[in-house]
């Protein structure tokens, strides 16, 4: 599987937007974009994903760039319970999900 | 809505002793996973199983094995258990076909285990 890179940390303040990139520049044609986040003591949660076109669900918003080295995870209004690990990963062949070092959002009151 | 029940929740054991960890999925899910995650540290994938039988495998040791039952729930068996084996064990499940990029994984709240 490709490799993505995320900053180890970030802060928001809430109810403010939050943007976490994610750059992964040797993703394949195939490979789709994944999102999860892993809440304290909890099992990671599906997030997004996306493949090309920019997508929205009711919990956050995928913006792919157009040469898909790139892609941002967008949180329109954080809330104190959007703190977690957030992970960007590339889905190619095979079922696993590959969990890397991920960002690690606190959010101020 | 149903989500992934895992059993036991805590589990503790001594080094060299056994331990077997249970996983129900979502109803209907025909796709189970397991990840093991140690103090500090990021999911890893061990094992994965679709409609009963082994579809990927990740970095398990030889000391363990899993399977899946008719009725999609899944076991982790784990033999001559050491220290280091003391982790957050989450399985997950999906619907569909075994390998497909955009399948979304729904995921237990884990077994910890700690091994003295």
């Known amino acids: 599987d490709a490799k993505t890179t995320q900053p180890n940390s970030m802060e928001s303040n809430e109810e403010e937007p939050v943007h976490l990139p994610c750059n992964h520049s040797?993703?394949?044609?195939?490979?789709?974009i994944h999102w999860y986040r892993q809440l304290p003591s909890q099992g990671p949660e599906y997030v997004i994903h996306g493949l090309t076109s920019n997508v929205n669900n009711r919990m956050a918003s995928l913006a792919i760039a157009e040469d898909r080295k790139s892609s941002t995870l967008i949180l329109h209004r954080a809330t104190l319970r959007d703190a977690a690990v957030y992970y960007c990963i590339l889905k190619s062949s095979g079922d696993k999900l590959t969990f890397g070092t991920g960002t690690r959002l606190a959010v101020r009151p | 809505a149903a989500g992934v029940i895992q059993s036991p929740r805590h589990l503790i054991k001594e080094k060299r002793e056994t331990a077997t960890l249970k996983c129900y999925p979502i109803?209907?899910?025909?796709?189970v996973y397991w990840y093991q995650q140690g103090p500090g540290q990021d999911p890893q994938f061990l094992i994965s199983?679709?409609?009963?039988?082994?579809?990927d495998k990740g970095s398990i040791p030889d000391r363990f094995s899993a399977q899946q039952f008719s009725d999609y729930h899944s076991e982790l068996n784990m033999s001559s258990l050491e220290l280091g084996d003391s982790a957050l064990y989450f399985c997950a499940s999906s619907l569909g076909r075994a390998g497909g990029r955009y399948n979304e994984q729904f995921f237990g709240p884990g077994t910890r285990l700690t091994v003295l």
């Open positions: 040797t993703i394949s044609g195939t490979d789709y």
């Open positions: 199983f679709y409609e009963k039988m082994q579809s």
């Open positions: 109803p209907r899910h025909d796709t």
